[in-house]
Every structure is written in structure tokens, then in C-alpha cells.
T-cell receptor, first 117, second 110 residues
């Protein structure tokens, strides 16, 4: 149980285009999901919190107009990188917590590697 | 904000050796998890351990919340244990937002 999937696993796009990344909780419901970014050989940095039925909240320094988040249902959150530039190239990872779980344990997707050329 | 430091930053072991990884945090936390990031980037849940001690096979973890640290023990290491180990703590009670530590990069040699 407690599986989170992401799609696509890898994407290459041209500068100026937009890319959508999907995050799904496969066997549980998640009112709240999280998006992280990881640069090579660095730790994970929280970008934003995705809330089903309401607007996402962004961490300081993260441009909300560049990273659009939509939490369409209790099992799906999407991150759209708009007008992507080479500096947006990174590894994007989502996480979710089972709404029914007693603990605060979070489960992470396998990540999406974005390369902007 | 809360700071999460891990040590050592890098560790090279011979297969079969034991090791201890440490996670220090600068403020009290309610929730803490240990993860193993494999070479493909997937984060694998090892322990959810806000306090106390847990064991799972060759791995065990201890969190002493009052002293603001957690330890991950790996015994009889195997080459498949290679990767990066992260601890993550919840930032603020009830936020579910995790701050990740700096990581320990482990390489186990055959």
C-alpha cells in the first residue's frame, strides 16, 4: 500500500514551453500533497503545498506564476512549469500523506527529471 | 527556521561493516522520517520515528527528541545499501511540511 506515482519520469523540453507533471496517490486519498525540487547532489527543497479544493501555498522564493499547481481530486495533483528555462532543469518529487492514517508518515513519488534545452 | 544537519556527509564502507548515521535538528520536532534515496532518485521510506527506537531487519533507528537528534544504524552493510540517506523533520506542528537534512552519501564496496 501507500504508493505514489509520477508521470512522466523524464521530460526534455525547449526553452519557453510549458511542462505538466502529474502526481497520483494510487491506493489512498490525500487532501494535501507536496512538491519538492532537488538539484544534483543536493537535498530536497519544499516548493509548495497542494491542497485539494483550494489554492496551493508556495514557499518563500518560489514563483507561483511559474509553477502552477492544481489539486484536481483527492488522488491527483499536477505541477505545471510554465515558460520553462534551463535554470528550471531539476528533479521534481511529490509526496502525499494518507488522509486516513494515524501517523504523519509521507510517501514519495519516484520523481520527474526535467531538462530544459 | 529549523536547521537539520546530517553527519557524516560521505561514508565509504566495506561490505559487511556496520555504520551509524546522525541527524541533528535545531528545534523540537513532532515528526521525523528517515529515507534512502536510491541511484534512480526514488525515496524509500525507512522509518517514521518521531521518538523511541525501531528496527527493521538490518536497519534500526533511534530518536531522542528531547536532545534533538536521531540515529540510523545499518548493520552488515550490502552494496545495495549504497545511495543517499536523508532525515526529514516536520516544520511546525501540524503543517505536514518536511525540512530535509543535508544527507549522508553512502557507498558500500564489494
Amino acid at each position: 500500500g501507500a504508493v505514489v506515482s509520477q508521470h512522466p519520469s523524464r521530460v526534455i523540453c525547449k526553452s519557453g514551453t510549458s511542462v505538466k507533471i502529474e502526481c497520483r496517490s494510487l491506493d489512498f486519498q490525500a487532501t494535501t500533497m507536496f512538491w519538492y525540487r532537488q538539484f544534483p547532489k543536493q537535498s530536497l527543497m519544499l516548493m509548495a503545498t497542494s491542497n485539494e479544493g483550494s489554492k496551493a501555498t508556495y514557499e518563500q522564493g518560489v514563483e507561483k506564476d511559474k509553477f502552477l499547481i492544481n489539486h484536481a481530486s483527492l488522488t491527483l495533483s499536477t505541477l505545471t512549469v510554465t515558460s520553462a528555462h534551463p535554470e528550471d532543469s531539476s528533479f521534481y518529487i511529490c509526496s502525499a500523506r494518507d488522509d486516513r492514517a494515524f501517523s504523519y508518515e509521507q510517501y514519495f513519488g519516484p520523481g520527474t527529471r526535467l531538462t530544459v534545452t | 527556521g529549523i536547521q537539520v544537519e546530517q553527519s557524516p556527509p560521505d561514508l565509504i564502507l566495506q561490505e559487511g561493516a556496520n555504520s551509524t548515521l546522525r541527524c541533528n535538528f535545531s528545534d523540537s520536532v513532532n515528526n521525523l522520517q528517515w529515507f534512502h534515496q536510491n541511484p534512480w532518485g526514488q525515496l524509500i521510506n525507512l522509518f517514521y520515528i518521531p521518538s523511541g527506537t525501531k528496527q527493521n531487519g538490518r536497519l534500526s533507528a533511534t530518536t531522542v527528541a528531547t536532545e534533538r537528534y536521531s540515529l540510523l544504524y545499518i548493520s552488515s552493510s550490502q552494496t545495495t545499501d549504497s545511495g543517499v540517506y536523508f532525515c526529514a523533520v516536520e516544520r511546525g506542528s501540524g503543517t505536514y511540511k518536511y525540512i530535509f537534512g543535508t544527507g549522508t552519501r553512502l557507498k558500500v564496496l564489494a
